[in-house]
């Protein structure tokens, strides 16, 4: 059974620093097309960042720079850091793998942006 268990949401204030971890059970990220993704209130969701299988991570115009995601293969998991974070940042995050038709998703942690 596959499983992704997303941590480490929270409160910051802007400007702050957060690091999400995604465990993955089930399969192995190092063959998954990985991702975070997230869903502002009355928002559709979005995608964050993403590494395919083999090649260079993309991100969203909004976070290029400021969130860059890892692939750690050795404990098999996903992690994002998030840098210099904004209130427009404020969301539940997802942690989501992929391949061909398969399509995994976490229950989400909440990241909330506030002074």
């Known amino acids: 059974q596959v499983q992704l268990v997303e941590s480490g949401g929270g409160l910051v204030q802007p400007g702050g620093s957060l690091r999400l971890s995604c465990a993955v059970s089930g399969l192995s990220v190092r063959n998954y097309e990985v991702g975070w993704y997230r869903q502002a209130p009355e928002k559709a969701r979005e995608l964050v960042a993403r590494i395919p299988v083999s090649g260079i991570a993309n991100y969203a115009d909004a976070v290029t720079g400021r969130f860059f995601i890892f692939r750690d293969g050795a404990k098999n998991m996903v992690l994002l850091q998030m840098n210099r974070l904004k209130p427009e940042d404020t969301a539940v995050y997802y942690c989501?793998?992929?391949?061909?038709?398969?399509?995994?998703w976490g229950q989400g942690t909440q990241v909330t942006i506030s002074s």
């Open positions: 989501n793998s992929v391949l061909l038709e398969n399509e995994y």
